[in-house]
């Protein structure tokens, strides 16, 4: 029985000393070969990453070849938990030692704050993102319309249209972008937010009403636009798909201003007689697509409408909602209320 337990502590210390030399020259020896070079590759912490999310990536995208040793090498200096979120370029070629001193500094690229407004059309997005040096305005609307690989790993966008750009699926927030990020890093932000915001709960109710996420997009841009607060906005949700059932035209002042870029509360003769599948007076039921960017306020009163016995409705340049029952009462209301 001691010459078994001699053994076994002698394999023990053997085990020890092999796992601390590995530990040691994992740590801080560097691979001789093209040691010399200064190509680096970029590597991206996202928040609320720990230590060991850390380690299985660069292991995995090939930075390091032990991840245990990483995870040992970043307890024993305790800056397991000070890895910052950021990105990073980092040589090819050094030790864990080296990485880990680097994503524990403020080496961490610049990172924008972007700010996109419930209700901002994907023109003034582009418009916006030029103005912060975050992207050109022409290639960043020139990505909306080209369908990439990508799209396929949302759901929000799969019941998008061909033919249909992304305009509503931008979904209004701030965000981080790092300095050098793609339009396409940009674009699975806001739409990743977009597909979390719209959760299972809500995706169930869509479909009991035989609607989808791009018809309740669209309808939720025109709320965006024509009203402000939830109460107001279930309401009209609730006179829109009343109208859309019966098959009564939207009427919705919004749509047209989004044909001619104005901002009119009441559109004139000469712009509801235009030819265009967005003009609601023309043309019943949904346009082609949303009108904007709504935000979760609008896209909720979209998805639960609140019944009441109006058909119509207006708002006052004070931004008043008032509600008619019939269209008589409506055009008094446009008299009153719209001089």
Request: net charge positive.
């Amino acid at each position: 029985m001691r010459k078994i337990l001699r053994i076994f502590s002698i394999l023990v210390l053997l085990a020890a000393v092999f796992i601390l030399g590995s530990y040691l020259f994992y740590s801080s020896a560097i691979n001789k070969e093209n040691s010399q070079s200064f190509e680096t590759r970029k590597f991206i912490i996202q928040n609320g990453e720990s230590s060991e999310d850390i380690s299985k990536r660069l292991r995995e995208e090939g930075f390091i070849q032990n991840s245990f040793i990483f995870n040992m090498y970043a307890w024993q200096t305790k800056k397991d938990d000070k890895l910052r979120a950021g990105e990073y370029d980092i040589p090819k070629n050094i030790s864990i030692k080296d990485i880990i001193g680097i994503l524990s500094s403020m080496r961490a690229l610049e990172q924008n704050k972007i700010t996109i407004i419930e209700g901002w059309e994907n023109t003034e997005i582009a418009q916006y993102l030029e103005d912060k040096g975050v992207s050109k305005k022409n290639d960043f609307l020139d990505a909306l319309k080209k369908r990439s690989f990508w799209w396929d790993d949302y759901e929000v966008l799969w019941d998008l249209p061909k033919g249909v750009d992304l305009e509503g699926y931008l979904f209004p927030d701030t965000y981080l972008v790092f300095k050098n990020a793609s339009i396409d890093d940009i674009l699975k932000k806001m739409i990743s937010n977009l597909d979390k915001k719209i959760d299972a709960q809500m995706r169930r109710d869509i479909k009991e009403q035989n609607m989808n996420i791009h018809k309740i997009l669209t309808l939720a841009s025109i709320i965006e636009k024509e009203v402000v607060g939830g109460e107001d906005r279930a309401i009209v949700s609730g006179i829109f798909h009343k109208r859309l059932k019966e098959g009564i035209g939207l009427q919705a002042d919004s749509t047209i201003n989004y044909i001619t870029g104005k901002s009119k509360a009441r559109s004139s003769l000469d712009d509801i007689s235009l030819d265009n599948p967005y003009n609601t007076y023309k043309y019943r039921g949904l346009p082609p697509g949303p009108i904007n960017n709504p935000g979760l306020s609008a896209i909720r009163a979209a998805v639960y409408p609140k019944d009441s016995s109006y058909y119509y409705f207006l708002t006052t340049p004070q931004g008043a909602v008032i509600y008619s029952k019939n269209f008589e009462e409506h055009v008094a209301a446009k008299k009153k209320f719209l001089k």
